[in-house]
């Protein structure tokens, strides 16, 4: 079970339910990914609407890697996501939300 207070956030992957969490280490090999780009700017996109395929994807890759999976986006190509692109652009931005939002009492 994902706990989002934890951070995580919970995705089925070929039919497999997986548990999501950007810890540091997803989140610099998100940065990485990003290359020029910035989190901020990411999460900018987000808040407006104005996110991309590859914002998402890039997300779901580093939750899943923070989750301790070891694959990569090319494993993802042709993966079933349940919920299809909306499914996975709702784990994306709720993974930004989980991730920089304290929790009460922090």
């Known amino acids: 079970m994902a706990n989002p207070l934890a951070g995580e956030v919970a995705l089925r992957v070929d039919g497999e339910r997986r ?14 990914t990003l290359g020029d780009d910035t989190l901020v700017a990411l999460v900018e996109r987000f808040e407006g609407g104005a ?25 993802l190509l042709q993966a079933e996501i349940e919920g299809g692109p909306l499914g996975a652009a709702r ?11 304290l929790a009460e009492g922090s």
């Not at 548990?19 to 990485?32: D, M, P, Q, S, Y």
Request: cysteine-free; charged content about 15%.
């Open 91 to 101: 784990a994306a931005a709720a993974l930004l939300a989980r991730a920089f939002t």
């Open 51 to 75: 996110f991309s395929s590859r914002d998402v994807l890039a997300l779901i890759v580093a939750g899943l890697r923070g989750g301790g999976w070891q694959g990569t986006a090319a494993d």
């Open 19 to 32: 548990v999501l969490k950007l810890t540091l280490g997803a989140l610099a090999e998100l940065e990485a």
